[in-house]
């Protein structure tokens, strides 16, 4: 898979840029509502891609030969469905033809995130976003 292949993959949701928290006895990783400082929120883009990982410590790169284990990533990633041998879902851009499909199907962090600046860390407990794990209504045909 070529570097443009392996990007397309990126279905836009913005769900791996937010604040993660992890329960120290279960292991759970717990999403909250905050996003890193270098999203824009709106088009759900992080504002210097190519330099995220120098600028954001914790930051991880989704490298093509990335061997580490993606159970931090959302059910719904792309990335992890893939290497958990499932499909694309219905509402992925690359199987539905329009980059605003993971908007529609309330997938993204588009009008649910605040910016990392407007929460203190002590609070982030307090932010949990129970919804990231929700999956789309299915429409009846």
Do not use: F
């Amino acid at each position: 898979m070529s570097d443009a292949e392996w990007e397309s993959l990126c279905d836009g949701c913005a769900r791996c840029c937010l604040h993660k928290l992890e329960d120290a006895d279960s292991g759970e990783i717990l999403y909250t509502d905050v996003a890193c400082s270098l999203l824009q929120r709106r088009e759900c883009r992080c504002s210097d891609y190519p330099h995220r990982t120098e600028r954001v410590p914790g930051c991880v790169s989704m490298a093509p030969d990335r061997q580490a284990p993606l159970a931090w990533l959302p059910s719904s990633c792309a990335y992890r469905r893939l290497a958990e041998g499932r499909q694309l879902a219905d509402w992925h851009p690359l199987v539905s033809g329009d980059p605003e499909s993971v908007h529609k199907a309330g997938m993204s962090v588009r009008g649910r995130c605040v910016p990392e600046d407007s929460v203190h860390a002590d609070d982030l407990s307090e932010r949990i976003a129970w919804w990231i794990e929700w999956q789309p209504l299915r429409r009846k045909n």
